[in-house]
């Protein structure tokens, strides 16, 4: 495979980050292809479906648990 840059891209590992509005979402030793040129990672197609699906997945339990709201009053007291 080349980069865009027109460099060679090699296997390795890479960590993958992704913020949101409720969490922040570090994974570690992610199969990805690094370019030798300009260092741009890049990951599979099978690998960006499975990160999308966690992201989905965390996305959807984060908003079931953590709403932002308060869950009373502070004048209630």
């Known amino acids: 495979?080349?980069?865009k840059c027109g460099?060679?891209?090699i296997d390795g590992k890479?960590?993958?980050r992704n913020?949101?509005?409720?969490?922040t979402f570090i994974l570690e030793n992610v199969p990805a292809f690094k370019c030798m040129r300009c260092d741009e990672v890049q990951y599979s197609e099978a690998t960006k479906d499975k990160l999308q699906k966690m992201i989905n997945r965390l996305e959807r339990d984060s908003n079931e648990i953590i709403t932002g709201k308060p869950s009373s009053n502070l004048?209630?007291?």
């Not at 913020?19 to 969490?23: I, Y």
């Open 14 to 16: 890479s960590t993958y």
């Open 7 to 9: 460099g060679v891209l």
């Open 75 to 77: 004048y209630d007291y």
């Open 1 to 3: 495979m080349n980069c």
């Open 19 to 23: 913020s949101s509005k409720n969490f």
